[in-house]
């Protein structure tokens, strides 16, 4: 199921989704023309490791075993372990919390995560505005990095992508139209286009990743994926919405019936 689409019209240019979106196209093409050991080194020192939280307190150096693949010309392919040093630098750490939001893995993990933040975010920005919004994005991607970090403290492992501020995202949307129809392109067996209500779609999602996190080897899937981040973000970004706005009345769906029909077309794509 691929979301192209939804019913509500935003009345102001998104232009904070937009340099969102425009910063973490030129992240990615920056960290593309890194060599692979630069890059390797540029996601542990800049993407969100968790382990590196407790060295604020202790001030210990972080010491990471990294495993590569190497082409041995010799010997063919083989492993090589080399250690990797990580300073108790409390400055780089925090900035890695926000660093992590803008920097991505590949092309679709990219595109995956942008897909949403252009369906969605427009109409999130347009209720909030444009600062509120930026500080919103930026509060739901740290709760993301906070629920992650609760469910793993010690993990060493980078983690890095924009989807758990962009869950924030879609919590918000939820909560503040939830009767909002969302043109979704499936396919399965046949490829059709149907209207499928947010809460639906968005609260399907939301069961998605909550069951991923708690059983991902009966569904299949993927362990390395930080599930818990989606889920922190998600409940985040709705509950930051209700405080910050709450839903929007215009769009409830027995006032969207009752409207003349040259107001309704205004809240039509």
């Not at 679709?108 to 209720?127: A, C, I, T």
Request: proline share 7%.
């Amino acid at each position: 199921m691929i979301p192209f689409r939804d019913d509500i019209p935003a009345e102001r240019t998104p232009l904070v989704t937009y340099a969102l979106i425009a910063l973490n196209v030129s992240v990615l093409w920056a960290m593309s023309q890194m060599p692979d050991r630069q890059l390797e080194d540029f996601i542990y020192r800049h993407g969100f490791v968790p382990a590196r939280i407790a060295q604020i307190s202790s001030g210990k150096p972080l010491e990471i075993q990294v495993e590569n693949e190497i082409d041995d010309p010799n010997l063919g392919p083989r492993i090589v372990v080399r250690q990797l040093v990580l300073q108790p630098d409390p400055g780089q750490i925090l900035f890695s919390l926000f660093a992590s939001m803008f920097m991505h893995g590949g092309l679709m993990h990219l595109v995956g995560n942008l897909w949403f933040l252009w369906l969605f975010g427009d109409n999130v920005e347009d209720r909030l505005g444009h600062f509120p919004f930026l500080l919103f994005y930026l509060l739901g991607g740290l709760a993301a990095a906070l629920c992650h970090y609760l469910n793993g403290p010690t993990s060493q492992t980078p983690v890095v992508g924009a989807s758990g501020a962009i869950a924030a995202v879609l919590g918000a949307y939820l909560v503040t139209w939830p009767h909002a129809r969302i043109k979704t392109l499936v396919i399965f067996v046949i490829i059709t286009v149907i209207d499928v209500p947010a809460v639906i779609f968005l609260g399907g999602w939301f069961i998605l990743q909550l069951f991923s996190a708690l059983r991902p080897q009966e569904l299949g899937m993927e362990q390395s994926i930080a599930w818990w981040a989606h889920i922190g973000g998600f409940v985040a970004g709705a509950i930051l919405m209700l405080l910050m706005r709450g839903p929007d009345p215009r769009t409830r769906r027995d006032d969207f019936f009752d409207m003349p029909d040259d107001r309704r077309r205004l809240f039509e794509k």
